[in-house]
């Protein structure tokens, strides 16, 4: 019997550090055919090097588009997964593979389908933030941008569970005003933000608007002039006249939000463990040198089962068919 293969590991001796890494990865992605998708919240770096950049929603739709045969997704294993729900015929790497999600790990796919049974007659909303596993049991996912819109494409009679984020379930049921049985899974960046962090920063900066991501606590988005999804929040400040944003999401949009809007002044909320920023340490896993490895071997490759692929295609599609 033949020993079982070692999952990859990206080994950065192997570069030779005369590189131009940034050449290097322009040649391959032209030699792979290859798009480079990369979130807001991964290093300014990456962001510059990427064919696109996007939050969750904005990055499925691309990856559902794209004609590339090759796709390097800079951003955590769900949303790579998600790229190879929707792309079975392509080549999925991810830089690091052990790029996760604190929410998707708070929903085991065994545990969800478990708990499920005892809500037969509900039908299932999930956040894109979660595994394969717990996308096959949905019936339709949604993101922070279209989570809204896709609860309120259910008949108003229809009993909902929503998971895996409590707090983004929540302020979807202020939003449309439905009762939902929600999952109790939390994002540990957003998590942090908190009600007295939010205040001492507006009495130091009374002029600033106050903009923050659904995933945060009520307490935290109840003050805020505004609550949207990462590309929502980017556009808030590029089309908001105020020149002072106090932003509760994870840091690393602020390089779009600078570029955006050099002139603004840009407030992070700290965490309340007392960090000056909030980053979220599965997402800074990735890195260029990580990106050119990726690209050079193809590997860490995404591969799921069929079966559970195409479970898992449905819901995603219908979310995709909302807009």
């Not at 602020?254 to 992070?268: N, S, T, V, W, Y």
């Not at 990726?294 to 295609?313: F, M, S, V």
Request: aromatic share 6%; with cysteine; net charge negative.
């Amino acid at each position: 019997m033949s020993a079982p293969s070692l999952p990859y590991l990206p080994d950065l001796e192997t570069i030779d550090p005369s590189l131009d890494l940034r050449a290097e990865i322009e040649r391959l992605r032209r030699e792979r055919n290859a798009v480079i998708l990369a979130h807001y919240y991964q290093e300014p770096e990456i962001q510059d090097l990427a064919d696109f950049v996007g939050d969750s929603l904005q990055l499925s739709q691309a990856a559902a588009k794209t004609p590339a045969d090759v796709i390097a997704f800079c951003g955590v294993h769900f949303m790579a997964e998600t790229a190879k729900i929707l792309n079975p015929g392509k080549r999925v790497v991810i830089p690091d593979l052990d790029a996760g999600c604190s929410l998707a790990d708070r929903c085991p796919a065994d545990a969800f389908g478990e708990w499920l049974k005892n809500y037969p007659d509900h039908k299932v909303v999930s956040y894109i933030n979660c595994s394969a596993g717990v996308k096959a049991h949905s019936d339709i996912i949604c993101t922070s941008s279209n989570a809204v819109r896709v609860v309120e494409s259910f008949p108003r009679d229809q009993k909902l569970v929503f998971a895996p984020d409590r707090h983004l379930g929540r302020w979807v049921m202020r939003q449309t005003g439905r009762d939902m049985v929600l999952w109790p899974g939390f994002c540990i960046v957003h998590e942090q933000f908190t009600a007295l962090r939010v205040a001492q920063l507006k009495a130091r900066h009374p002029g600033a608007r106050i903009i923050v991501h659904p995933e945060c606590d009520a307490t935290v988005s109840r003050m805020a002039d505004f609550v949207g999804s990462t590309a929502a929040l980017l556009k808030y400040v590029g089309t908001e006249p105020a020149m002072s944003f106090i932003v509760g999401t994870e840091a690393g949009i602020l390089h779009q939000m600078h570029k955006l809007r050099p002139e603004a002044e840009l407030i992070p909320i700290p965490a309340d463990s007392g960090c000056n920023c909030a980053l979220c340490p599965y997402m800074k896993l990735n890195s260029i040198e990580k990106l050119y490895l990726a690209l050079r071997d193809l590997q860490p490759e995404i591969l799921l089962d069929e079966d559970l692929r195409r479970r898992a295609l449905g819901p995603v599609e219908r979310m995709l068919a909302l807009g």
